[in-house]
């Protein structure tokens, strides 16, 4: 629940309740009750989150608290009333307390519940009935990591332990997100969220730690008698970057016995396919012939459909049998295990032990079916059904050239690399079951047979099982072309040299001759826009070259095909139609960059180029040889900005045609480049300080030159007046070495707001924000704790301090010792006069309680905050007192 200002008879009785608590506060800070606790939350939309706090308290002692305050991290506070109490075995109260916070912006927030106080006589706490028991859990909230919710802890920490026994305990932790999660041990903290002084851990014959991929506390083994606290962390991870932190703290009582825990059977983690039932039985045996319960916990029983079921089967003395059964669904595919924890705990009169086993349930989506390979004398189309399992976010598709044969096991999913498959690229949607490759842009080799594998991919990256493997060679070209090279550059009388290798493959006797070929040619790179340029008779097929000229071969790229006609008188056709290939002429893509360009070496065409020969022009507009290279890509460094150079590259490759190797040379198009700096410098990072005192915002940034750029030479500061509007320019700060701005307000303007900051460098490049930083109002309303109403002239009539005058309505109420409502005003100013409400009559000296919720502005709106204390009234001396 949200807090709010609900005027009515339940919000009296809460003020009674809190009123009745803080009279009875010197008895409380004798009572102990604390035993463990942790806090997670649940986030509801953007800023906003569901946090609950979770105490196990003792059901024996006076001070089970009806509500607890909690510290967001943002410098405000909540009041949080009790939502449900369960009692449990050992002793134990489970407790939860539910809010609703809105908190300023992207940030990292420590959340912090603490309460008066630990149980008395902890071995390993000093003093520990003094001990303020608190918890906290890190909330970070950044638009990088996204929607994030904190783990669920499903196995209360509510177990008994026995010296010389293991003793082990699992949170049982299931994160609903499907984040990976890591645990260690921790310290217990008191006042603050603040280590505890002389804090030591509960002495141990061998070792104490947590597993960090379980997340089993094992304690081997308890060394004496006694209660102590321990503490653990449990850490979320999202693609490797830590994403937030629970920590439970616990207490474990230790005791003298002769009793054995039950032993669980040995468990072996399990994966399956979406929609495969799985089902087995445990059976946990006991040395001393105790009754033994059963219970399991984690993920399977968490989820929203199709949970899991644990089931007694059999039980005697010494042994119980249980029955594991899960109908997994494709809801259930996710990419982290689901961890099952089983606890084994018997039934002795002496003192019940536990044995805590885990294991892991993997559930990996089907495979697409159906995968098909068609191919034409250019690129391999491939198609597959639809898979319907799941939230399929789209496709990989993999290639390799030859067969692997790839079978895998039960736990493989996606495709490993040890098969020679490689990522070649992806459709996004579960409809787009269509891949087309002709090796993007570049061409396939005809005579190699290409493999392809696909997997369907999941939101969280989890991919499924392969598909069928499906193989297929180009259909081999005819003519198969050979060379398209560039032999002279000139807008009006440039020339492309192209050449096919000798037609061999086809029935002379169906097709004697003579032959034409059909030169076909287009601008677009668009195989539907070619256009027939030349026909060229020939008796002997060995004549295979021909030269595009005149042509504008400072334009680029064309693209060019080939096609052989059978030319005998009366029986005149094309021959093998729909088998001739496309190539294009080599050109040069050239990016920009500070003091280099960078060369994307550009082509399509059936064969492969092993090395690339870069040509530069020199002064005497020719061109020398600076380097070679195997990749496609250039970088060409050490330019100077606003001078212009121009390339050209000639490609060294070979082909197979029919088991003959053709080697092939070929010189690409002419283009320039102007290096220059485009490129943005790197974000600053931004710290805002909020100074109360002054009215104003620090604001202080880092100097992208010190580590990721050399140019900056100012920075431009945004600003919005809340989380909802959009960031508005505010000023510009110059030079670079200048990181800090004061950002001074008007009297009654609050302070809270977001900032960023960019850096802009000597070209007028801008970088992106940097993250975005928002600060709320500073809590400057305060409201005193002595009050003398005795006609002095002095403090006569009781004002609140309004620092900064940004609130407007209160809600205060004064209550007698009796609880009585003796004032209430919604004045921020208060002026009370120290008179009963609707009376003239003045209250007696005496301590008086007050509830006051403030209504402050907040970078979210108005928001209330609850301020309670003591007021002590002096109201002797004045002539005309009364009391009632």
Same mark, same amino acid.
């Given at each position: 629940?949200?807090?709010?200002?609900?005027?009515?008879?339940?919000?009296?009785?809460?003020?009674?309740?809190?009123?009745?608590?803080?009279?009875?506060?010197?008895?409380?800070?004798?009572?102990?009750?604390?035993?463990?606790?942790?806090?997670?939350?649940?986030?509801?939309?953007?800023?906003?989150?569901?946090?609950?706090?979770?105490?196990?308290?003792?059901?024996?002692?006076?001070?089970?608290?009806?509500?607890?305050?909690?510290?967001?991290?943002?410098?405000?506070?909540?009041?949080?009333?009790?939502?449900?109490?369960?009692?449990?075995?050992? /002793?134990?109260?489970?407790?939860?307390?539910?809010?609703?916070?809105?908190?300023?912006?992207?940030?990292?927030?420590?959340?912090?519940?603490?309460?008066?106080?630990?149980? /008395?006589?902890?071995?390993?706490?000093?003093?520990?009935?003094?001990?303020?028991?608190?918890?906290?859990?890190?909330?970070?909230?950044?638009?990088?990591?996204?929607?994030?919710?904190?783990?669920?802890?499903?196995? /209360?920490?509510?177990?008994?332990?026995?010296?010389?026994?293991?003793?082990?305990?699992?949170?049982?932790?299931?994160?609903?997100?499907?984040?990976?999660?890591?645990?260690?041990?921790?310290?217990?903290?008191?006042?603050?969220?603040?280590?505890?002084?002389?804090?030591?851990?509960?002495?141990?014959?061998?070792?104490?730690?947590?597993?960090?991929?379980?997340?089993?506390?094992?304690?081997?083994?308890?060394?004496?008698?006694?209660?102590?606290?321990?503490?653990?962390?449990?850490?979320?991870?999202?693609?490797?970057?830590?994403?937030?932190?629970?920590?439970?703290?616990?207490?474990?009582?230790?005791?003298?016995?002769?009793?054995?825990?039950?032993?669980?059977?040995?468990?072996?983690?399990?994966?399956?396919?979406?929609?495969?039932?799985?089902?087995?039985?445990?059976?946990?045996?006991?040395?001393?012939?105790? %009754?033994?319960?059963?219970?399991?916990?984690?993920?399977?029983?968490?989820?929203?459909?199709?949970?899991?079921?644990?089931?007694?089967?059999?039980?005697?003395?010494?042994?119980?049998?249980?029955?594991?059964?899960?109908?997994?669904?494709?809801?259930?595919?996710?990419?982290?295990?689901?961890?099952?924890?089983?606890?084994?705990?018997?039934?002795?009169?002496?003192?019940?032990?536990?044995?805590?086993?885990?294991?892991?349930?993997?559930?990996?989506?089907?495979?697409?079916?159906?995968?098909?390979?068609?191919?034409?004398?250019?690129?391999?189309?491939?198609?597959?059904?639809?898979?319907?399992?799941?939230?399929?976010?789209?496709?990989?598709?993999?290639?390799?050239?030859?067969?692997?044969?790839?079978?895998?096991?039960?736990?493989?999913?996606?495709?490993?690399?040890?098969?020679?498959?490689?990522?070649?690229? %992806?459709?996004?949607?579960?409809?787009?079951?269509?891949?087309?490759?002709?090796?993007?842009?570049?061409?396939?080799?005809?005579?190699?047979?290409?493999?392809?594998?696909?997997?369907?991919?999941?939101?969280?990256?989890?991919?499924?099982?392969?598909?069928?493997?499906?193989?297929?060679?180009?259909? #081999?070209?005819?003519?198969?072309?050979?060379?398209?090279?560039?032999?002279?550059?000139?807008?009006?009388?440039?020339?492309?040299?192209?050449?096919?290798?000798?037609?061999?493959?086809?029935?002379?006797?169906?097709?004697?001759?003579?032959?034409?070929?059909?030169?076909?040619?287009?601008?677009?790179?668009?195989?539907?826009?070619?256009?027939?340029?030349?026909?060229?008779?020939?008796?002997?097929?060995?004549?295979?070259?021909?030269?595009?000229?005149?042509?504008?071969?400072?334009?680029?790229?064309?693209?060019?095909?080939?096609?052989?006609?059978?030319?005998?008188?009366?029986?005149?056709?094309?021959?093998?139609?729909?088998?001739?290939?496309?190539?294009?002429?080599?050109?040069?893509?050239?990016?920009?960059?500070?003091?280099?360009?960078?060369?994307?070496?550009?082509?399509?065409?059936?064969?492969?180029?092993?090395?690339?020969?870069?040509?530069?022009?020199?002064?005497?507009?020719?061109?020398?040889?600076?380097?070679?290279?195997?990749?496609?890509?250039?970088?060409?460094?050490?330019?100077?900005?606003?001078?212009?150079?121009?390339?050209?590259?000639?490609?060294?490759?070979?082909?197979?045609?029919?088991?003959?190797?053709?080697?092939?040379?070929?010189?690409?198009?002419?283009?320039?480049?102007?290096?220059?700096?485009?490129?943005?410098?790197?974000?600053?990072?931004?710290?805002?300080?909020?100074?109360?005192?002054?009215?104003?915002?620090?604001?202080?940034?880092?100097?992208?030159?010190?580590?990721?750029?050399?140019?900056?030479?100012?920075?431009?500061?945004?600003?919005?007046?809340?989380?909802?509007?959009?960031?508005?320019?505010?000023?510009?700060?110059?030079?670079?070495?200048?990181?800090?701005?004061?950002?001074?307000?008007?009297?009654?303007?609050?302070?809270?707001?977001?900032?960023?900051?960019?850096?802009?460098?000597?070209?007028?490049?801008?970088?992106?924000?940097?993250?975005?930083?928002?600060?709320?109002?500073? #809590?400057?309303?305060?409201?005193?704790?002595?009050?003398? #109403?005795?006609?002095?002239?002095?403090?006569?009539?009781?004002?609140?301090?309004?620092?900064?005058?940004?609130?407007?309505?209160?809600?205060?109420?004064?209550?007698?010792?009796?609880?009585?409502?003796?004032?209430?005003?919604?004045?921020?100013?208060?002026?009370?006069?120290?008179?009963?409400?609707?009376?003239?009559?003045?209250?007696?000296?005496?301590?008086?309680?007050?509830?006051?919720?403030?209504?402050?502005?907040?970078?979210?709106?108005?928001?209330?905050?609850?301020?309670?204390?003591?007021?002590?009234?002096?109201?002797?001396?004045?002539?005309?007192?009364?009391?009632?």
């Amino acid at each position: 629940m949200r807090l709010t200002g609900i005027y009515n008879f339940a919000r009296m009785k809460k003020y009674v309740s809190i009123f009745t608590g803080l009279l009875l506060w010197p008895v409380m800070l004798l009572a102990t009750h604390n035993r463990a606790g942790e806090i997670t939350f649940r986030q509801i939309s953007g800023y906003t989150y569901e946090v609950t706090v979770t105490t196990f308290t003792y059901t024996l002692s006076a001070a089970n608290r009806s509500q607890l305050t909690v510290e967001w991290g943002d410098n405000t506070s909540s009041v949080v009333g009790l939502d449900s109490r369960i009692e449990l075995p050992n /002793y134990y109260f489970y407790n939860t307390y539910t809010a609703t916070h809105t908190f300023p912006g992207p940030g990292i927030y420590q959340i912090i519940m603490q309460d008066p106080n630990r149980n /008395y006589g902890i071995k390993n706490i000093p003093n520990s009935v003094d001990v303020i028991f608190s918890i906290k859990t890190t909330l970070i909230i950044s638009p990088e990591i996204g929607n994030n919710s904190t783990p669920r802890l499903l196995n /209360y920490p509510i177990d008994k332990a026995a010296r010389g026994h293991i003793f082990i305990h699992n949170p049982a932790a299931f994160d609903p997100d499907g984040d990976s999660l890591s645990y260690k041990l921790a310290i217990c903290t008191e006042q603050d969220g603040k280590i505890i002084e002389n804090y030591v851990l509960p002495a141990y014959s061998d070792t104490l730690y947590v597993d960090p991929v379980t997340g089993d506390l094992v304690w081997n083994t308890p060394a004496d008698t006694g209660k102590y606290n321990v503490a653990m962390n449990i850490e979320e991870w999202r693609k490797g970057v830590k994403i937030g932190n629970i920590t439970r703290d616990m207490q474990i009582d230790v005791y003298e016995s002769d009793n054995n825990p039950p032993v669980n059977p040995p468990l072996t983690d399990i994966c399956v396919t979406a929609g495969t039932l799985v089902e087995f039985q445990v059976t946990t045996t006991d040395a001393d012939n105790d %009754s033994i319960i059963l219970t399991m916990f984690g993920g399977p029983f968490a989820v929203g459909s199709s949970p899991a079921t644990f089931t007694r089967l059999a039980s005697g003395k010494g042994f119980a049998t249980y029955n594991f059964r899960w109908q997994t669904t494709c809801d259930h595919i996710r990419k982290q295990p689901y961890q099952v924890t089983l606890k084994a705990e018997d039934v002795n009169v002496d003192i019940s032990l536990v044995d805590i086993d885990n294991f892991n349930i993997v559930v990996l989506a089907p495979g697409p079916e159906n995968l098909q390979a068609t191919a034409t004398s250019t690129e391999i189309d491939l198609t597959w059904d639809q898979s319907d399992c799941g939230a399929v976010a789209g496709y990989h598709i993999y290639r390799r050239e030859g067969s692997y044969g790839f079978d895998p096991d039960s736990c493989e999913n996606g495709v490993p690399a040890y098969t020679g498959f490689v990522k070649i690229g %992806s459709t996004m949607g579960k409809t787009s079951t269509f891949y087309a490759d002709d090796n993007n842009g570049e061409g396939l080799v005809q005579g190699i047979s290409y493999c392809y594998m696909v997997t369907a991919y999941y939101p969280d990256g989890s991919e499924s099982f392969v598909s069928n493997e499906a193989c297929n060679s180009l259909v #081999p070209g005819f003519p198969a072309i050979l060379n398209v090279s560039v032999t002279n550059v000139n807008a009006t009388t440039g020339s492309i040299y192209l050449a096919w290798a000798k037609p061999r493959n086809f029935d002379a006797g169906s097709a004697p001759g003579p032959y034409v070929f059909r030169i076909y040619r287009t601008e677009t790179m668009d195989p539907d826009d070619f256009v027939l340029i030349d026909s060229v008779l020939t008796a002997d097929l060995n004549d295979t070259t021909y030269i595009d000229s005149p042509l504008n071969t400072v334009m680029f790229p064309y693209l060019y095909r080939v096609t052989m006609i059978n030319n005998t008188p009366g029986n005149r056709f094309e021959m093998r139609p729909g088998e001739s290939e496309i190539a294009s002429s080599l050109y040069i893509e050239i990016t920009p960059d500070d003091n280099q360009l960078r060369l994307d070496i550009r082509k399509k065409a059936p064969w492969i180029n092993d090395r690339y020969v870069i040509y530069r022009q020199n002064a005497s507009m020719g061109f020398d040889s600076i380097d070679t290279s195997e990749d496609n890509i250039y970088i060409d460094s050490g330019l100077m900005n606003g001078v212009t150079y121009c390339y050209q590259v000639k490609s060294i490759g070979w082909r197979p045609i029919e088991g003959v190797i053709f080697d092939n040379a070929n010189l690409s198009h002419v283009n320039c480049g102007t290096p220059a700096d485009i490129t943005p410098p790197c974000p600053p990072s931004l710290t805002v300080d909020s100074r109360c005192d002054s009215s104003m915002n620090i604001l202080t940034w880092t100097n992208p030159n010190n580590t990721c750029a050399d140019d900056v030479i100012r920075y431009n500061i945004y600003y919005a007046p809340d989380i909802a509007s959009p960031l508005d320019s505010l000023t510009s700060v110059s030079p670079d070495t200048d990181t800090v701005y004061y950002h001074k307000f008007a009297e009654g303007i609050t302070l809270a707001g977001c900032y960023a900051v960019t850096a802009i460098d000597s070209f007028g490049n801008e970088s992106a924000y940097s993250a975005r930083i928002c600060v709320d109002d500073c #809590p400057l309303y305060e409201l005193p704790n002595v009050f003398t #109403p005795n006609g002095d002239g002095v403090n006569d009539i009781y004002y609140s301090s309004n620092l900064n005058n940004v609130v407007d309505k209160v809600d205060m109420k004064i209550f007698n010792r009796y609880g009585q409502l003796v004032y209430e005003t919604d004045d921020p100013a208060i002026s009370w006069e120290g008179k009963y409400r609707n009376s003239d009559n003045r209250v007696a000296s005496g301590v008086y309680y007050y509830i006051c919720d403030v209504y402050e502005p907040r970078i979210s709106g108005i928001e209330i905050r609850t301020l309670v204390g003591f007021i002590h009234v002096y109201a002797e001396g004045y002539a005309g007192e009364t009391t009632k």
